[in-house]
Nanobody, 124 residues
């Protein structure tokens, strides 16, 4: 089974921007629906954004709509999450996930492949 690897996390001030990337190790992921989730301390992982296998459909959690943008770069076999106007409530570990269908999903249990996560910290 292929692997996913997130990158781009770190520390940013409130109001700033950050871009996360998720690189897939196998070409098969290029047609898979991908999503980003995030996990707060002592809370369940929650949905952030999803994109279809072709990249023509995307969905967002209400809490990030208008601030975050999910996109995929087929030649690089990556999916990115552009995060703008960040606030301290966005501080979490962010995970990318893939499912073996083109249909995007916000349901955590729909995903079998996960990255290791990347920490995003937004300071006040």
């Amino acid at each position: 089974q292929g692997q996913l690897a997130e990158s781009g996390g770190g520390l940013v001030q409130a109001g700033g921007s950050m871009r996360l990337s998720c690189a897939a190790s196998e070409r098969t992921f290029s047609s898979y629906a991908m999503s980003w989730f995030r996990e707060f301390p002592e809370k369940e992982r929650e949905f952030v954004a999803a994109i279809s296998g072709r990249g023509n459909l995307s969905y967002y959690a209400d809490s990030v709509k208008g601030r975050f943008t999910i996109s995929r770069e087929a030649p690089k076999n990556t999916v990115s999450l552009q995060m703008n106007n960040l606030n301290p409530e966005d501080t979490a570990v962010y995970y990318c996930a893939a499912r073996a269908t083109w249909v995007p999903s916000a349901i955590l249990t729909d995903f079998a492949s996960w990255g290791q996560g990347t920490q995003v910290t937004v300071s006040p």
